[in-house]
């Protein structure tokens, strides 16, 4: 099993589940058009993660384990059990989306590697 990963600006296939893990509703997008299954804000990374980050490739690594480690507890970890059964249930057919430009360094890879390695 395997996940997708997209911004949610993309054209998307209309065969997987499709889950938002961005906190705050990305700009300039309808919720009809995003057509979502799910929208998961909890397990986005903490404001301050978010801001600390600021999607500097640079600091990418670091911003990886210390997502990983606030995915290990409180609200996170529920919303991410949440994912985590999605995937479970749709086996792997599941699409991550994201708000971001950098298609390489975000929370959806993290996730996805996550996802695709338990």
Do not use: T
């Amino acid at each position: 099993m395997s996940c997708d990963i997209n911004r949610i600006y993309e054209d998307y296939d209309k065969d997987n589940v499709r889950v938002l893990v961005d906190r705050v509703w990305p700009r300039g997008i309808s919720k009809e058009k995003a057509n979502l299954d799910h929208w998961i804000k909890e397990i986005a990374p903490s404001d301050s993660l978010r801001k600390w980050f600021g999607h500097d490739p640079e600091k990418f690594d670091s911003f990886k384990k210390k997502y990983k480690e606030e995915l290990k507890s409180g609200e996170q970890k529920e919303a991410l059990d949440q994912l985590k059964d999605i995937y479970k249930e749709n086996n792997g057919n599941v699409v991550l989306l994201y708000g971001a430009k950098d298609e390489k360094h975000n929370q959806a890879v993290v996730l996805k590697e996550f996802l695709d390695h338990q």
